[in-house]
């Protein structure tokens, strides 16, 4: 493996900030937090990894910039916002994540385990979201140093194992890895009108129409951005 100086993710790390990062700082919404669950975080990290161990390469995605596998689909999405995902034959093998699909009473659509080589980067994207569709992203790390971060913005997080975390992925967010390990999350989406309620304070308090024109206005600058910025490689297929 070359040196991490050598990698997307030092890249990433060493570039100075950009005008939609400044931009939403100013400004300085609470953009990701914890999730208040009651269910066994450590059960589902276990079967997870049991389920890695258990997959056969040919059914992992191999999109990483070294060409080890980046994704293991438990449930794709439905076609249609809002609606039930198609499970896959892993998600029986993940009781425990059932068990927290159950709690949290919404409607579960994608379900992946992402995987993020040392040194990689999943530059800068957005994941469109309706406004108040009460849908929500909810990442659960199964393996994660602290130098593996995620950037919502102006917001630098790293989500150790043992929590489940909700971040806000409809502003320009990228992930970087700058460990020697891999980096590991499952992440899935959920759609429900109570769900909000296990959310921080800090981060409902910015569910308001001002947030969303600031969100919106966000993307546009980083549009701007995006068409003028050199592409920095590494970027994989499963979102972060």
Not at 117 to 145: N, Q, T
Not at 198 to 211: K, S
Not at 223 to 239: F, K, M, Q, Y
Request: charge should be negative; proline fraction near 11%; hydrophobic fraction near 40%.
């Amino acid at each position: 493996m070359p040196g991490l100086h050598d990698t997307p993710a030092a890249t990433a790390a060493a570039a100075p900030e950009t005008r939609f990062q400044a931009f939403v700082r100013a400004a300085s919404p609470a953009l990701s937090g914890p999730v208040r669950v009651d269910a066994d975080l450590a059960a589902i990290v276990e079967q997870a990894l049991a389920l890695i161990d258990q997959t056969p390469d040919p059914e992992r995605q191999h999109d990483c910039w070294d060409g080890s596998w980046s994704s293991i689909w438990v449930s794709f999405p439905s076609n249609e916002p809002g609606q039930p995902g198609q499970p896959c034959p892993a998600l029986s093998r993940l009781p425990a994540l059932s068990a927290l699909f159950e709690e949290l009473r919404g409607t579960v659509g994608a379900v992946v385990i992402a995987r993020l080589a040392p040194g990689d980067l999943l530059d800068w994207h957005y994941d469109p979201v309706p406004p108040s569709s009460f849908s929500y992203r909810f990442h659960l790390p199964i393996r994660s140093r602290p130098e593996a971060v995620t950037d919502f913005c102006h917001e630098r997080v790293h989500w150790p194992v043992g929590g489940l975390y909700y971040g806000e992925y409809g502003f320009p967010h990228r992930v970087f890895n700058l460990s020697t390990e891999e980096r590991i999350h499952l992440y899935f989406d959920v759609t429900g009108p109570e769900i909000a309620e296990r959310l921080p304070d800090a981060v409902r308090a910015g569910f308001t129409p001002e947030n969303e024109r600031l969100k919106q206005e966000a993307v546009n600058e980083w549009l701007r951005w995006r068409t003028a910025a050199p592409d920095p490689g590494g970027t994989v297929s499963a979102a972060g």
